[in-house]
């Protein structure tokens, strides 16, 4: 009985704590998408909706040249990063969830502590190695730093996948006439596809939403990346915020992200392997 | 087509001996079954065989050739696991497919072979169905049909059955027996289940903590048992046992004496130390009072008609014997106080129900006696 009197009540409790939080997280994004389609002079109307909805400032942003090169530096960053520390996450996670080999333990527990070292701590160092080296506002320059501080996460999701998959379906594919790397190309890695799209999503993420690295390494448009680039923006008069073009610069940024996740939420979540054992 | 010989075949983990001195062949074309309690080493020594795991002493041969250090894929034997570790991603035809693929067989003998075997399990349904989508008993097939379309040297199964329920297990056995004989190709089958083993195999080894006990044909490990570990492992319902004790001549038990051959007489005389006595439950009559032997009064505890056969649980007091002490891994029943739990096998028509007092006899032919300390077999063997 009172297991039927407190179902209306819990979902109604859950349903509003779940607004709550959306809302919470939603309104400033609902508040970016609504500056970015405000016309320049309704910018300080303090209306939550644009009275007019003008595509004015996503105009201008794509205009300029200097927006269109740090979308196509931080596609292409973004892309090399996460595929290089997926690449090598993977070896190094395949090796420590099936090898049993000494400081197994500490090579996790170290690229643990790397990922939460500090970023700021080590950008004036960087800033002068790279200067040094010629790396400075580099493709290069950037995608380094974002392995460094992206391959602990990839490395702990990956081997927590690979600790997933029964070792028997590498034994079995042994068995069945494959070598060590055929069996991890054919069997091991299709299995392992959702947490390789997870760390390559979030290693993505990462390096596309950064803004510390962004802006210290580099100077020109050969390098910068959308964040860095938003905030060199300028208003079309030295008296005007450049506010609207900001606005419709980061819904440009975000919507990449918006649609990767949604598009790839299924396969992150998907078990595939179910019936790979007994069921 | 493969004879496989062990010689010497030693496994040790970490200081751990998992398999000690295996020496024995297996023949061209046998179904030779692995059985043993868990952690006997039979798993560990099918791993060795098709190569999974290295063998630290010792030599294993294929039709005379040491395959010690060649990988797995070169040792063209096919393996089925416990899991079935079935390819989740694949189909059913591209998990059946896969060894041909790995092997780089044409298209066409693929497609061939891939549907011949199906044929034969029964799969053509299925063959484009992912295997979360297949039945447990189907999932078995699938790991069976990606062993056979590579028309391996040895099959090696690894506890089979064991993940499929009780009557489909019984039906899954005979197509493996069918199977089997129909290919003629070696098998080597794990398993700890003794009827399993008894119903399949042409020979059995019954290992145990690492050691072969004993290596036989069915009849042979039922009516031979060399120690007392075979004799209560094979066999269902378990042999019964009872302390024994050698006594002018005499074997005696709690329930009365019984004379010995004479050779038995002489083994039995050197041996110091305490004895079992061991008997199968269909060797206890009642009633027909013509046959020679033991004759002894008992009450039924616990009567179980089964159609053809009754089972008669009863207790005999030990009178001062000393408790008999079996091998934990058999999981048998041990004494209770000063009585032990015995059972007998005998004919419906007796007519016997819970509570009766009625006459069993035990023909002494059918006694085994064991050393109570090793274990081992002291009877001559019978046939």
């Known amino acids: 009985m009172s297991e039927k009197r407190e179902k209306p009540i819990e979902r109604v409790l859950w ?35 644009p009275r007019v909805v003008s595509f004015e400032h996503y105009e201008a942003v794509f205009r300029d040249p200097q927006f269109s090169a740090a979308l196509r530096n931080s596609i292409g960053i973004g892309a090399i990063s996460s595929l290089a520390a997926v690449l090598l996450g993977m070896f190094a996670a395949y090796a420590i969830a099936r090898l049993d080999f000494p400081g ?11 990922a939460m070292f500090p ?26 730093p974002y392995m460094t501080f992206t391959l602990p996460l990839a490395i702990w999701t990956l081997s927590a996948f690979f600790r997933e998959i029964p070792w028997e379906l590498e034994r079995a594919a042994r068995v069945d006439g494959a070598t060590p790397v055929q069996a991890f190309v054919h069997v091991i890695a299709p299995l392992a596809a959702p947490g390789v799209f997870t760390a390559a999503i979030l290693v993505f993420i990462f390096a596309w939403n950064d803004f510390l690295f962004a802006i210290s390494l580099t100077s020109t448009n050969d390098a910068r990346t959308a964040p860095a680039a938003i905030a060199f ?23 990449p992200i918006i649609v990767i996740v949604l598009a790839f939420q299924r396969r992150i979540v998907s078990g595939l392997t179910a019936g790979a054992v007994k069921g | 087509m493969a004879e496989i010989e062990l010689d010497g075949v030693t496994k040790r983990f970490s200081g751990v001996t998992a398999l000690n001195r295996a020496s024995f062949t297996i023949r061209d074309g046998e ?7 868990s952690g006997c080493g039979k798993s560990t020594l099918l791993n060795m065989i098709v190569g999974l795991e290295d063998v630290t002493e010792g030599e294993i041969r294929v039709d005379g050739e040491v395959v010690n ?36 067989a044409s298209k066409a003998e693929i497609d061939e072979r891939v549907s011949r075997a199906a044929k034969i399990l029964e799969l053509e349904e299925v063959l484009d169905r992912k295997p979360r989508a297949l039945s447990g008993g189907q999932r078995q097939r699938v790991a069976m049909g990606r062993a056979i379309v590579r028309k391996p040297k040895v099959f090696l199964l690894d506890e089979p059955l064991s993940n499929l329920d009780a009557k489909l297990r019984v039906q899954m056995r005979t197509e493996i027996l069918r199977l089997q004989r129909r290919l003629e190709t070696t098998m080597v089958y794990v398993t700890h289940d003794q009827t399993e083993a008894m119903t399949l195999g042409h020979r059995i080894a019954v290992l145990r903590k690492g ?7 069915p009849r042979e490990l039922y009516e031979c048992p060399k120690n007392l570990f075979v004799a209560g492992f094979i066999g269902s319902p378990a042999m019964n046992f009872l302390p024994a004790r050698w006594e002018n001549g005499r074997l005696v038990l709690p329930v009365g004496s019984i004379a010995l051959s004479d050779e038995e007489g002489r083994r039995l005389g050197a041996a110091r130390g305490r004895l079992i006595a061991g008997f199968r439950p269909e060797h206890l009559q009642a009633g027909g009072e013509e046959q020679p032997g033991l004759r002894f009064e008992v009450q039924a505890e616990v009567v179980e008609w089964l159609g053809a ?24 029943q041990g004494d209770n106080g000063d009585h032990r739990s015995l059972l007998a096998r005998v004919d419906p028509s007796a007519g016997l129900r819970e509570g009766d007092t009625f006459e069993l006899g035990l023909d002494s032919q059918y006694v085994h006696v064991f050393d109570a300390e090793s274990g081992e077999n002291l009877s001559t063997a019978r046939d």
Not at chain 1, 104 to 114: C, D
Not at chain 2, 31 to 37: A, D, E, R, S, T
Not at chain 2, 211 to 217: A, D, F, K, M, S
């Open chain 1, 104 to 114: 197994r333990r500490l090579i996790l527990g170290a690229a643990l502590s790397i």
């Open chain 2, 309 to 332: 056969d009754v089972f008669v649980y009863f207790d005999v007091a030990l009178r001062g014997f000393e408790e008999v002490e079996l091998p934990e891994d058999l999981g048998l």
């Open chain 1, 119 to 144: 970023p700021v701590s080590i950008i004036g160092p960087l800033f002068n190695m790279w200067r040094t080296l010629g790396l400075y506002d580099t493709w290069l320059g950037l995608i380094l």
């Open chain 1, 15 to 49: 349903g509003a704590a779940s607004l709550l939080v959306v809302t919470y997280a939603l309104i400033p994004v609902a508040w970016m998408v609504s500056l970015s389609l405000k016309r320049s002079a309704d910018l300080g109307d303090d209306r939550f909706l």
């Open chain 1, 233 to 255: 923006f300028t208003g079309s008069s030295r008296f005007e915020q450049p506010t609207g073009s900001i606005a419709a610069a980061s819904v440009v940024v975000t919507l």
């Open chain 2, 31 to 37: 179904l030779f079954i692995l059985v043993g309690p």
């Open chain 2, 211 to 217: 050691e072969v006990l004993q290596i036989g044909t």
């Open chain 2, 69 to 104: 250090d060649l990988d797995p894929k070169d040792r063209n034997m096919a393996m089925v696991f416990q899991s079935y570790a079935i390819y989740p991603h694949m189909t059913v035809r591209e998990n059946m497919a896969f060894p041909l693929e790995l092997a780089k």
